[in-house]
T-cell receptor, first 118, second 113 residues
Framework: AQKVTQAQTEISVVEKEDVTLDCVYE???????LFWYKQPPSGELVFLIR??????QNEISGRYSWNFQKSTSSFNFTITASQVVDSAVYFC???????????????FGTGTRLQVFP | EAQVTQNPRYLITVTGKKLTVTCSQN?????MSWYRQDPGLGLRQIYY???????DKGDVPEGYKVSRKEKRNFPLILESPSPNQTSLYFC????????????FGQGTRLTVV
Protein backbone atom coordinates (compact mmCIF):
# COMPACT_ATOMS: atom_id res chain seq x y z
CA ALA A 1 0.00 0.00 0.00
CA GLN A 2 1.16 3.55 -0.56
CA LYS A 3 2.83 5.16 2.39
CA VAL A 4 5.13 8.04 3.23
CA THR A 5 7.47 7.81 6.19
CA GLN A 6 9.20 10.75 7.80
CA ALA A 7 11.06 9.09 10.61
CA GLN A 8 12.44 12.31 12.09
CA THR A 9 9.75 13.78 14.28
CA GLU A 10 11.73 16.80 15.35
CA ILE A 11 15.12 18.26 14.50
CA SER A 12 16.87 21.14 16.21
CA VAL A 13 19.85 22.93 14.72
CA VAL A 14 21.72 26.14 15.22
CA GLU A 15 21.64 28.76 12.51
CA LYS A 16 24.02 28.17 9.59
CA GLU A 17 24.06 24.44 10.11
CA ASP A 18 23.04 22.23 7.20
CA VAL A 19 20.12 19.91 7.86
CA THR A 20 18.58 17.02 5.91
CA LEU A 21 14.99 15.93 6.27
CA ASP A 22 14.36 12.34 5.28
CA CYS A 23 11.40 10.99 3.32
CA VAL A 24 10.87 7.37 2.36
CA TYR A 25 7.87 6.26 0.35
CA GLU A 26 6.11 3.10 -0.75
CA UNK A 27 3.97 2.84 -3.85
CA UNK A 28 2.49 0.21 -6.11
CA UNK A 29 2.84 2.19 -9.28
CA UNK A 30 5.64 3.15 -11.61
CA UNK A 31 4.16 6.59 -12.24
CA UNK A 32 3.90 8.81 -9.22
CA UNK A 33 4.73 12.28 -7.96
CA LEU A 34 6.45 13.44 -4.81
CA PHE A 35 6.11 16.75 -3.06
CA TRP A 36 7.45 18.75 -0.17
CA TYR A 37 5.30 21.29 1.67
CA LYS A 38 6.27 23.70 4.42
CA GLN A 39 4.01 24.67 7.31
CA PRO A 40 5.44 27.68 9.16
CA PRO A 41 4.23 28.61 12.66
CA SER A 42 1.45 30.70 11.11
CA GLY A 43 -0.16 27.44 9.99
CA GLU A 44 -0.58 27.69 6.24
CA LEU A 45 0.79 25.04 3.91
CA VAL A 46 3.24 26.19 1.28
CA PHE A 47 4.28 24.19 -1.76
CA LEU A 48 8.03 23.74 -2.16
CA ILE A 49 8.67 21.22 -4.91
CA ARG A 50 7.18 18.52 -7.11
CA UNK A 51 9.10 15.66 -8.66
CA UNK A 52 7.80 12.92 -10.95
CA UNK A 53 9.00 9.34 -10.80
CA UNK A 54 10.81 9.55 -14.12
CA UNK A 55 13.00 12.46 -13.19
CA UNK A 56 15.76 11.50 -10.79
CA GLN A 57 17.80 14.63 -11.23
CA ASN A 58 18.59 16.43 -8.03
CA GLU A 59 17.16 19.91 -7.73
CA ILE A 60 18.57 22.99 -6.10
CA SER A 61 16.71 26.18 -5.32
CA GLY A 62 18.78 28.65 -3.38
CA ARG A 63 19.57 27.09 -0.01
CA TYR A 64 17.17 24.22 -0.64
CA SER A 65 18.07 21.02 -2.45
CA TRP A 66 16.30 17.72 -3.01
CA ASN A 67 17.76 14.28 -3.59
CA PHE A 68 15.45 11.75 -5.26
CA GLN A 69 16.64 8.16 -5.33
CA LYS A 70 14.27 5.55 -6.72
CA SER A 71 16.60 2.74 -5.73
CA THR A 72 16.01 3.52 -2.06
CA SER A 73 12.54 5.05 -2.48
CA SER A 74 13.70 8.24 -0.88
CA PHE A 75 13.16 11.92 -1.55
CA ASN A 76 15.28 13.81 0.94
CA PHE A 77 15.33 17.55 1.49
CA THR A 78 18.42 19.49 2.53
CA ILE A 79 18.57 23.04 3.80
CA THR A 80 22.02 24.55 3.57
CA ALA A 81 23.07 27.25 6.02
CA SER A 82 19.77 27.10 7.87
CA GLN A 83 18.10 30.27 9.12
CA VAL A 84 15.60 30.95 11.88
CA VAL A 85 12.94 31.56 9.21
CA ASP A 86 13.30 27.94 8.14
CA SER A 87 11.69 26.86 11.40
CA ALA A 88 8.54 25.02 10.37
CA VAL A 89 6.97 21.63 9.98
CA TYR A 90 7.90 20.03 6.67
CA PHE A 91 5.71 17.45 5.00
CA CYS A 92 6.63 15.02 2.28
CA UNK A 93 3.72 13.76 0.15
CA UNK A 94 3.09 11.15 -2.51
CA UNK A 95 0.56 11.41 -5.31
CA UNK A 96 -0.57 8.15 -6.71
CA UNK A 97 -3.11 7.95 -9.51
CA UNK A 98 -4.47 4.47 -9.89
CA UNK A 99 -6.32 4.40 -13.18
CA UNK A 100 -7.55 0.86 -12.68
CA UNK A 101 -9.30 1.93 -9.49
CA UNK A 102 -10.13 5.43 -10.66
CA UNK A 103 -8.64 6.87 -7.49
CA UNK A 104 -6.38 9.83 -7.03
CA UNK A 105 -5.01 10.44 -3.58
CA UNK A 106 -2.37 12.56 -1.98
CA UNK A 107 -0.68 10.78 0.90
CA PHE A 108 1.26 12.83 3.44
CA GLY A 109 3.95 11.81 5.85
CA THR A 110 3.61 12.71 9.51
CA GLY A 111 5.91 15.69 9.12
CA THR A 112 9.23 16.78 10.58
CA ARG A 113 9.34 19.78 12.88
CA LEU A 114 12.51 21.77 12.27
CA GLN A 115 13.62 24.29 14.86
CA VAL A 116 16.47 26.58 13.95
CA PHE A 117 17.97 28.46 16.88
CA PRO A 118 19.92 31.69 16.53
CA GLU B 1 -5.52 36.84 -6.19
CA ALA B 2 -5.55 33.06 -6.54
CA GLN B 3 -6.73 31.54 -3.32
CA VAL B 4 -8.62 28.90 -1.41
CA THR B 5 -10.93 30.35 1.21
CA GLN B 6 -12.18 28.39 4.18
CA ASN B 7 -14.70 29.52 6.72
CA PRO B 8 -14.82 29.68 9.62
CA ARG B 9 -11.20 29.80 10.78
CA TYR B 10 -12.11 28.76 14.30
CA LEU B 11 -15.16 26.93 15.57
CA ILE B 12 -16.17 25.53 18.92
CA THR B 13 -19.30 23.42 18.91
CA VAL B 14 -21.11 20.81 20.96
CA THR B 15 -21.45 17.12 20.27
CA GLY B 16 -24.20 16.33 17.81
CA LYS B 17 -24.79 19.80 16.45
CA LYS B 18 -24.54 19.73 12.66
CA LEU B 19 -21.99 22.04 11.12
CA THR B 20 -20.61 22.94 7.73
CA VAL B 21 -17.16 24.22 6.89
CA THR B 22 -17.14 26.02 3.59
CA CYS B 23 -14.35 25.97 1.02
CA SER B 24 -14.16 28.01 -2.14
CA GLN B 25 -11.45 28.38 -4.78
CA ASN B 26 -11.16 30.96 -7.54
CA UNK B 27 -8.69 29.17 -9.79
CA UNK B 28 -11.11 26.99 -11.76
CA UNK B 29 -9.42 23.91 -10.36
CA UNK B 30 -10.98 20.54 -10.98
CA UNK B 31 -9.58 18.66 -7.99
CA MET B 32 -10.52 19.59 -4.44
CA SER B 33 -10.01 17.77 -1.20
CA TRP B 34 -10.30 17.95 2.57
CA TYR B 35 -7.64 16.95 5.07
CA ARG B 36 -7.46 16.81 8.80
CA GLN B 37 -4.24 17.43 10.66
CA ASP B 38 -3.64 15.82 14.02
CA PRO B 39 -0.46 15.78 16.13
CA GLY B 40 1.77 12.89 15.20
CA LEU B 41 -0.47 11.82 12.32
CA GLY B 42 0.28 14.46 9.71
CA LEU B 43 -2.42 15.29 7.19
CA ARG B 44 -4.94 12.65 6.33
CA GLN B 45 -7.31 12.91 3.42
CA ILE B 46 -11.00 12.85 4.31
CA TYR B 47 -12.74 13.22 0.96
CA TYR B 48 -11.79 14.39 -2.47
CA UNK B 49 -13.51 15.45 -5.65
CA UNK B 50 -12.11 15.08 -9.13
CA UNK B 51 -14.79 17.30 -10.64
CA UNK B 52 -18.36 18.53 -10.22
CA UNK B 53 -20.62 15.81 -8.86
CA UNK B 54 -17.64 13.42 -8.54
CA UNK B 55 -16.56 12.73 -4.98
CA ASP B 56 -14.79 9.86 -3.30
CA LYS B 57 -13.62 8.79 0.12
CA GLY B 58 -10.13 9.45 1.31
CA ASP B 59 -8.50 7.60 4.16
CA VAL B 60 -10.63 8.88 7.05
CA PRO B 61 -14.16 9.59 5.72
CA GLU B 62 -16.20 8.32 8.67
CA GLY B 63 -18.40 11.01 10.18
CA TYR B 64 -18.04 13.42 7.27
CA LYS B 65 -19.96 14.28 4.14
CA VAL B 66 -19.11 16.47 1.18
CA SER B 67 -20.77 17.75 -1.94
CA ARG B 68 -19.53 19.29 -5.17
CA LYS B 69 -22.41 20.99 -6.89
CA GLU B 70 -20.27 23.76 -8.36
CA LYS B 71 -16.68 23.69 -9.42
CA ARG B 72 -15.55 26.39 -7.01
CA ASN B 73 -17.17 25.10 -3.80
CA PHE B 74 -16.51 21.99 -1.75
CA PRO B 75 -18.15 22.15 1.68
CA LEU B 76 -17.36 19.70 4.46
CA ILE B 77 -20.36 18.62 6.51
CA LEU B 78 -20.30 17.07 9.95
CA GLU B 79 -23.82 15.78 10.52
CA SER B 80 -23.26 14.83 14.16
CA PRO B 81 -19.86 15.99 15.34
CA SER B 82 -18.08 14.08 18.07
CA PRO B 83 -15.06 15.02 20.20
CA ASN B 84 -12.76 12.79 18.12
CA GLN B 85 -13.38 15.15 15.22
CA THR B 86 -11.62 17.93 17.06
CA SER B 87 -8.83 18.77 14.66
CA LEU B 88 -7.32 21.24 12.24
CA TYR B 89 -8.95 20.98 8.84
CA PHE B 90 -7.55 22.03 5.50
CA CYS B 91 -9.24 22.37 2.16
CA UNK B 92 -7.06 22.19 -0.93
CA UNK B 93 -7.45 22.47 -4.66
CA UNK B 94 -5.24 21.58 -7.60
CA UNK B 95 -5.56 22.14 -11.30
CA UNK B 96 -6.45 18.66 -12.41
CA UNK B 97 -5.19 15.83 -10.27
CA UNK B 98 -3.02 15.32 -7.23
CA UNK B 99 0.04 15.24 -9.44
CA UNK B 100 -0.10 19.02 -9.65
CA UNK B 101 0.64 21.55 -6.94
CA UNK B 102 -2.03 21.79 -4.26
CA UNK B 103 -3.18 25.16 -2.96
CA PHE B 104 -4.37 25.08 0.61
CA GLY B 105 -6.82 27.16 2.54
CA GLN B 106 -5.82 28.81 5.81
CA GLY B 107 -7.24 26.01 7.90
CA THR B 108 -10.19 25.64 10.25
CA ARG B 109 -9.55 24.74 13.84
CA LEU B 110 -12.55 22.81 15.09
CA THR B 111 -13.19 21.92 18.70
CA VAL B 112 -16.09 19.62 19.58
CA VAL B 113 -16.99 19.52 23.27
Amino acid sequence: AQKVTQAQTEISVVEKEDVTLDCVYETRDTTYYLFWYKQPPSGELVFLIRRNSFDEQNEISGRYSWNFQKSTSSFNFTITASQVVDSAVYFCALSEVLGAYNTDKLIFGTGTRLQVFP
Amino acid sequence: EAQVTQNPRYLITVTGKKLTVTCSQNMNHEYMSWYRQDPGLGLRQIYYSMNVEVTDKGDVPEGYKVSRKEKRNFPLILESPSPNQTSLYFCASSLQRTNTEAFFGQGTRLTVV
